[in-house]
Nanobody
Framework: QEQLVESGGGLVQAGGSLRLSCAAS????????VGWFRQAPGKEREFVGGISWSGGRTNYADSVKGRFTISRDNAKNTQYLQMNSLKPEDTAVYYCYEDRDSLGQRRYWGQGTQVTVSS
């Protein structure tokens, strides 16, 4: 049973934009942070960014800062990753997560969605 359902990945040219969505399946969000990781072929999974329950605090990896924006709609139990000015090095499988405690020691994960940026 999937806890988080992702959508919105695909193929885009460098400089283009994509928006990923991640929805909690048949339940409400836990009252903690959510966010995104990504994993490129042959590389370890890396943190992309996260957002607090209220949406008032966000943090991003340096590699995406200024280009990517995370948001959330708690009424819809959905979070978003808006990706602008995409680069070929952004190509990866993107995974959303939802913290189940305040320390992020327990998490739900999405199934992953492929983002491919062509040069």
């Amino acid at each position: 049973q999937e806890q988080l359902v992702e959508s919105g990945g695909g193929l885009v040219q460098a400089g283009g934009s994509l928006r990923l969505s991640c929805a909690a399946s048949r339940r409400t969000f836990s009252p903690y942070a959510v966010g995104w990781f990504r994993q490129a072929p042959g590389k370890e999974r890396e943190f992309v960014g996260g957002i607090s329950w209220s949406g008032g605090r966000t943090n991003y990896a340096d590699s995406v800062k200024g280009r990517f924006t995370i948001s959330r709609d708690n009424a819809k139990n959905t979070q978003y990753l808006q990706m602008n000015s995409l680069k070929p090095e952004d190509t990866a499988v993107y995974y959303c997560y939802e913290d189940r405690d305040s320390l992020g020691q327990r998490r739900y994960w999405g199934q992953g969605t492929q983002v491919t940026v062509s040069s």
